[in-house]
């Protein structure tokens, strides 16, 4: 997952959890395929769900998420990553279509103060 700011603002998905009637923001980023490092897959998931490359990339932290997401328990192991977007025109964007998302279809840009809003917990402290 990706951290991708544009001044006090973060990038981030949107979603919403029927179960719990609860609307909220999630990292971009996405799952590691077999024999992928987790660098090469946050290039690729990028690619894939913005059409768009990275640079100045350097790793956060690790965090594990144990949540509940419409009534599913669910348990990840989340590299998080800084990084900034290659082509500047992307961050005139207000809102992004994700292109390939198991999560939401849109992206926005959301103030960073939100960090209660956004997953996984703990990605952005």
């Not at 609307?23 to 290039?43: H, N």
């Not at 390939?100 to 990605?123: E, F, K, M, N, V």
């Amino acid at each position: 997952m990706v951290v991708i700011r544009q001044g006090n603002l973060i990038l981030a998905g949107s979603g919403h959890d029927d179960t719990k009637n609860d609307d909220f923001y999630r990292l971009p980023g996405g799952g590691i395929e077999m024999g992928e490092t987790s660098l090469e897959a946050l290039k690729r998931e990028i690619r894939e769900e913005f059409a768009a490359e990275l640079k100045n990339i350097k790793f956060l932290k690790v965090v594990e998420n144990i949540f509940t997401f419409n009534g599913q328990l669910g348990h990840e192991i989340c590299f998080i990553y800084q990084a900034d977007f290659v082509d500047q025109s992307l961050y005139q964007k207000s809102v992004f279509n994700i292109l390939d998302s198991q999560l939401g279809h849109t992206a926005t840009w959301i103030p960073a103060d939100q960090t209660a809003r956004i997953y996984p917990s703990g990605a952005l402290v």
